[in-house]
């Protein structure tokens, strides 16, 4: 369920401090630590999966992308409203392989292209 060396699963039982926005049962959600806007968050299910793509994690998964909205409000940006980015592998710059969303708000975003 969780890795030893993954950094996020070390975040989830605390061995590595986080600035927790949110929790349920499922999913935590923290600030990152680079921030690439004035909100940047990131959304972690509480079990180490890796990416997206299987099917026996669909619950976990639709939970990632159910909780943003409870996440936005709470940061007072769900009427302004958000950009929600996932990176998967080497061309996307995965750098951290245990899937996340990156939640990113608060000021108008510049256009994907
Ligand atoms: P990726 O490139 O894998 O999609 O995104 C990984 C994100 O994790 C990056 O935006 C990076 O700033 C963030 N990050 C890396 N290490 C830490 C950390 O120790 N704490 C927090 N809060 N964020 C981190
Ligand atoms: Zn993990």
Known sequence: MLIKDCLFCKIIIGEIPCCKVYENEKILA???????????????????????????????????????????????ILESGYRIITNKGKDAGQIIDHIHLHLIGGEPLNPLN
């Open 30 to 76: 923290f600030k990152d630590i680079n921030p690439v806007a004035k909100v940047h968050v990131l959304i972690i299910p509480k079990i180490h999966i890796e990416n997206t793509g299987q099917r026996k994690y669909i619950d976990t998964l639709g939970e990632l992308l159910l909780s943003t909205d409870a996440i936005a409000k709470k940061l007072n």
